[in-house]
């Protein structure tokens, strides 16, 4: 689908200053400045982030409360149990409580539910198997904030819960112990954007305050909250939660400590993806999540928190093995289900005349059909929901969202046909009966029509600046590492030149083109992935990032071109 070039306008006002006081180029500081980095302060926070700058876990709503309850549980010897959602995110949140509430001595299980049998989120059965398991404390992470119900549960079984999320709450919160969540009504914490696993670094790190004042920890026995970083990391950047402020800080150190985890879970998973350098955030987005997410998508998510709970390398080899299998797997299920829904999509006439896209099946597994509701949104960007249905008629489906649609807020309206859902702007689960599949189908197409307009159909591709070919040299690329890690909020920057040349053309690969391009006398190796049948003559503007390629021992300037356009358009 063709987008549409949206290029940042920067008023040259500030840029020099922000260039020298920085120590950056001119383009940086124009690129700096398009994503609210105004002030010398706020960029030095950004190019050299210290996490003496993280906020005080204090200012969340409800973490007073949850530290008294869990060190109360500590005091007295109770068990406790942390309950996780099934996501990289739910995975890596509920691996670091469990580790860290054991090393400073308390007797701690965990449940991670099935995604089949148990569902999403707190599911009442689950809850009375931990309780008849002796648990007197239950602590969820990346879910609860809507289990009303199952909180209410707890309190009749007199067993106290703390609710660890990140999701939009509902109009009521549960009644618990302690809720803890930056969305959450009241709550002074000032960044609302954090994933599940960061809502629970910040209890590790309120935890670590209030037990050094007890004076528990003796020297050289206090834990190093770095050590979880690289589960931070992993959850924060799998959750594609903004990259700013808070998660930019987790992520900056995350991948650092990623790189060189000690942890054998984490050996374990790089060595079957194949990573052997430096860990970015792309890894953990296409290699690393998957592999972690897989099995709870095909099965069971308990082996990823196994993996990185296990301080035995062999054991985690087996199961990073395993995980490799199972992701290899999902790739050939989602395939399958990706083509029926495009040769649905595509055959029924209705694209590109739809504001939505609905479709289910009776033949599609549950654990993937949301990766696939991504890589539809991807072609045909329109808001989508894809549903599997079992057996017994019972529908459960996955939602993917564009710009400019809210999903949460649209599914609000088509909510009588519905027998739960949840989640938020972007992304969204829901649960139906299938005699009501077409009816919601129906009217979360007329939700699309009264919240979308023509404009918002079109997808765009955003220009962070207009560059001259002077400019445009190894050392930006070098610069422009600096940004880094790049991921959702702090995207790969997109630079444009203008009214070049094509000097020479070849296809390579799979569909790949290999250029070389002129421009104001200097000309530009090139390569645009997956557009070979790209006109290429005549004057032409690229969108490129520019990047250090090696081949041969050889290292060259090069540019990778994310879209090309003729000169004349605007």
């Not at 949460?408 to 088509?414: H, M, V």
């Not at 557009?531 to 690229?542: F, H, R, S, V």
Request: glycine fraction near 10%; proline fraction near 4%; charge should be negative.
């Amino acid at each position: 689908m063709q987008k549409k070039w949206l290029i940042k306008t920067i008023a040259d006002t500030g840029v020099e200053e922000i260039s020298q006081s920085l120590g950056v180029s001119t383009v940086v500081a124009r690129i700096l400045m398009g994503r609210g980095v105004l002030t010398i302060e706020d960029g030095k926070k950004f190019l050299t982030p210290t996490l003496s700058t993280m906020l005080d876990p204090f200012l969340l709503k409800g973490i007073l409360a949850a530290v008294e309850r869990v060190l109360r549980a500590r005091k007295e010897g109770e068990t406790v149990c942390v309950y996780g959602d099934y996501d990289v995110d739910g995975i890596t949140g509920t691996a670091l409580l469990v580790s860290f509430l054991r090393q400073v001595g308390l007797v701690c299980k965990y449940f991670i539910p099935n995604r089949f049998d148990d569902g999403y989120g707190l599911n009442e059965e689950a809850l009375q198997h931990i309780i008849d398991a002796g648990s007197s404390l239950i602590i969820s992470v990346d879910c609860g904030i809507v289990s009303l119900k199952e909180a209410a549960f707890c309190q009749r079984a007199g067993v106290d819960l703390i609710i660890l999320d990140h999701h939009t709450p509902g109009e009521h919160l549960p009644e618990a112990a302690a809720v803890v969540n930056p969305l959450q009504p009241g709550c002074a914490y000032p960044f609302k954007m954090l994933a599940g696993v960061g809502v629970a670094y910040n209890l590790l790190v309120a935890m670590r305050k209030r037990l050094r004042e007890e004076g528990v920890f003796e020297a050289g026995q206090e834990p190093d909250l770095r050590d979880w970083l690289d589960l931070v990391a992993l959850g924060t950047i799998a959750d594609v939660v903004p990259l700013i402020d808070q998660n930019r800080l987790y992520a900056f150190y995350g991948l650092q400590k990623l790189e060189k985890s000690g942890r054998p879970g984490i050996t374990a998973l790089k060595k079957v993806a194949g990573i052997v350098e430096a860990v970015t955030c792309g890894q953990v987005g296409f290699r690393l999540a998957p592999r972690l997410n897989a099995a709870g998508r095909m099965e069971s998510a308990v082996p990823g928190v196994e993996l990185l709970l296990s301080a035995n390398s062999d054991e985690c080899t087996v199961i990073a093995d395993e995980l490799d299998t199972a992701n290899a797997e999902r790739q050939v299920v989602e395939r399958s289900i990706l083509e029926q829904a495009v040769a649905t999509v595509d055959s029924s006439g209705v694209y590109p005349s739809c504001k939505s896209i609905v479709l289910a099946s009776r033949e599609w597994h549950q654990g993937v059909i949301g990766i696939v509701a991504s890589r539809l949104v991807e072609r045909y960007h329109r808001p989508t929901i894809l549903i599997a249905i079992d057996e017994q008629g019972n529908a459960k489906g996955s939602g993917r969202s564009i710009p400019g649609f809210h999903l949460l807020e649209a599914l609000n309206g088509c909510s009588e046909y519905l027998e739960r859902f949840g989640g938020h702007r972007y992304a969204a689960g829901v649960g139906l009966k299938e005699g009501n599949v077409d009816s919601f189908a129906a009217s979360f197409e007329a939700a699309a029509a009264l919240m979308l307009g023509d404009s918002e159909l079109v997808p765009t591709l955003d220009i962070d600046s207009d560059v001259s070919s002077a400019e445009v040299h190894t050392a930006l690329v070098q610069e422009l590492k600096r940004l880094e890690p790049f991921g959702t909020g702090n995207p790969e920057p997109t630079l444009m030149l203008r009214g070049v040349t094509v000097v020479e053309r070849r296809i390579v690969g799979d569909g790949h083109l290999k250029l070389r391009v002129s421009s104001e006398g200097q000309t530009f190796s090139a390569i645009a992935f997956r557009q070979a049948e790209c006109p290429t003559d005549g004057l032409l503007d690229i969108a490129f990032f520019p990047e250090l390629n090696v081949w041969n021992n050889s290292t060259t300037l090069q540019l990778r071109i994310k879209a090309i356009r003729k000169a004349a358009e605007q």
